[in-house]
Every structure is written in C-alpha cells, then in structure tokens.
T-cell receptor, first 115, second 117 residues
Framework: GAGVSQSPSNKVTEKGKDVELRCDPISGHTALYWYRQSLGQGLEFLIYFQGNSAPDKSGLPSDRFSAERTGGSVSTLTIQRTQQEDSAVYLC?????????????FGPGTRLLVL | AQKVTQAQTEISVVEKEDVTLDCVYETRDTTYYLFWYKQPPSGELVFLIRRNSFDEQNEISGRYSWNFQKSTSSFNFTITASQVVDSAVYFCALIPAVTGGGNKLTFGTGTQLKVEL
C-alpha cells in the first residue's frame, strides 16, 4: 500500500512569506505527527494529532507555526512570516492508534529554504 | 525528560566489514520503547526495529542485529558484512510509555555510516 506522502518535496520562499506544507498519512492510520530536521537542532517533534482529541502542540517553536488536520486524514502545517531559521526538512509520520505505543512511519519530507 | 546519545557522528568502513552503531539512552520511565530508523540519501526515515523495555532479548534480522542492555541503558545496532547500500544516517529514538505522554519520538543526533568498496 501507499506510504506517507508529503508535498511539495521542495519549497523555496522569501523571508516574511507564509508557507503551507501538506501531509497525507497511510490509509487507516489515525495518528499523525510533524517533526523538523535541521542542522542545528537535529530531529525534533512539532505536533501530534490523534483521532478527534485535541492535538499535542507542545513542540511548536513559536506562534508562527500552526497545523490542522481535516477529516482525520490530510494535515497541513502552516508557517507564517517565515524566517531564515525555519529552513529545515519537515517530516510527517503516521501510525495506527493502538492501546500502546505504535510505530511511526515517515514520509519523504519537505525541504524548506527561506531566503 | 528523555535523552538519546549517539556518540559516533560518522563511521567509515570497507564493504564486508562488521560495524556497530552505539546508542545510549536516559529516561526516568520504567516502561519505554526504543527504535532504530535508517535515513538514506533520499531523506526518508525508514523504520528498522522497535523494542519495549521489558524485552531484553537480542534480535537478529538478516545482516542486522540489535543488542539491548538495560543495565547499561544501551541499544546498539550491528550490521554484519556491510554493503554499500547500508550507507545512510542511522537514528536511535525513544518513546516513554506514560499516560498522557503522547507519542513523541526523542531522537539521537544520528550516526552517518559510509560503506566503501
């Protein structure tokens, strides 16, 4: 079956512009995660959606970052007024929603470059 | 808070050599899960293995094997008879199994493995 898909694969934007990154999880996976991978910070958690529960936003670095998940499937990560330090690879993952900890499967990522 | 340390930033080996990637973790939780992921040059994180803290049995999958030792808080990964296709960045990660703790992976900084002919 299809894995996690993300679009665009690459995005170049100018400082101050808004960007939207999209994630399509594996069919049947109800949990969805966003992570960021940057040279200085490594891989860090951003936000987590689980079914209809309120998302865990504890990893979002500033109020310029937001994410939503429509219909329990596709998710969009929005970065407003982008800054150069937002340049990174944004990775999305999804998992089943079991009783315990489920394995997260990752997409190919979106490489964001803020000029 | 959790912490995962991968002290080896980069390892270079010649094909067919065995190589071990080290992972040391810190957590106050008694129940937790450990993971290894592979990130080839294409960039996608590929899941390799998961272990829970109650299962210290070592595991072998083909040329890959994992040695989990709670006494030293380590979860090391060995590739036997390495191949060029094994060249990638390998990440060790941890999730504590605590109620309300979410499902957030805490990653190590990764080890870049280069396998040369």
């Amino acid at each position: 079956g299809a894995g996690v898909s993300q679009s665009p694969s690459n995005k170049v934007t100018e400082k101050g512009k808004d960007v939207e990154l999209r994630c399509d999880p594996i069919s049947g996976h109800t949990a969805l995660y966003w992570y960021r991978q940057s040279l200085g910070q490594g891989l860090e958690f951003l936000i987590y959606f689980q079914g209809n529960s309120a998302p865990d936003k504890s990893g979002l670095p500033s109020d310029r970052f937001s994410a939503e998940r429509t219909g329990g499937s596709v998710s969009t990560l929005t970065i407003q007024r982008t800054q150069q330090e937002d340049s990174a690879v944004y990775l999305c993952a999804s998992s089943l929603a079991g009783q315990g900890i489920e394995t997260q499967y990752f997409g190919p990522g979106t490489r964001l470059l803020v000029l | 808070a959790q912490k995962v340390t991968q002290a080896q930033t980069e390892i270079s080996v010649v094909e067919k050599e065995d190589v071990t990637l080290d992972c040391v973790y810190e957590t106050r939780d008694t129940t937790y899960y450990l993971f290894w992921y592979k990130q080839p040059p294409s960039g996608e994180l590929v899941f390799l293995i998961r272990r829970n803290s109650f299962d210290e049995q070592n595991e072998i999958s083909g040329r890959y094997s994992w040695n989990f030792q709670k006494s030293t808080s380590s979860f090391n990964f060995t590739i036997t008879a390495s191949q060029v296709v094994d060249s990638a960045v390998y990440f060790c990660a941890l999730i504590p199994a605590v109620t309300g703790g979410g499902n957030k992976l805490t990653f190590g900084t990764g080890t870049q493995l280069k396998v040369e002919l």
